[in-house]
């Protein structure tokens, strides 16, 4: 079983920049790859970016390429996602998902580990 609990949203306004910590609570982090997701009222469940266990791996939804970095601290079983130049339409519940392996996976169905969420609302 791994816990993970994120950290870091709140509101910003738009072009501001934040960013998101999730720790996990198995040691054995570093041969989890690592999801951040988000969720919109009204929206299904999207993939933001990820990372593959060992860090050298990762994938970004067209929509945050160039502005959302993924990266991760296998001695602090941590992985962050940094925001710059947020937008409106950034604003969701951003969640932190795991699952053992070794490649970057991008469907929600891939994951078998979730975080409880953090709001992240951008103004205008």
């Known amino acids: 079983q791994v816990q993970l609990v994120e950290s870091g949203g709140g509101l910003v306004q738009a072009g501001g920049s934040l960013r998101l910590s999730c720790a996990a609570s198995?040691?054995?982090?570093?041969?989890?790859?690592m999801g951040w997701f988000r969720q919109a009222p009204g929206k299904e469940r999207e993939c933001v970016a990820t990372i593959a266990w060992s860090g050298g791996s990762t994938y970004y939804a067209d929509s945050v390429k160039g502005r959302f970095t993924i990266s991760r601290d296998n001695a602090k079983n941590t992985v962050y996602l940094q925001m710059n130049s947020l937008k409106p339409e950034d604003t969701a519940v951003y969640y932190c998902a795991a699952r053992s392996g070794s490649y970057y996976y991008t469907g929600v169905d891939d994951y078998h580990y979730w975080g409880q969420g953090t709001q992240v609302t951008v103004s205008e």
């Open positions: 198995r040691r054995a982090f570093s041969t989890y790859a």
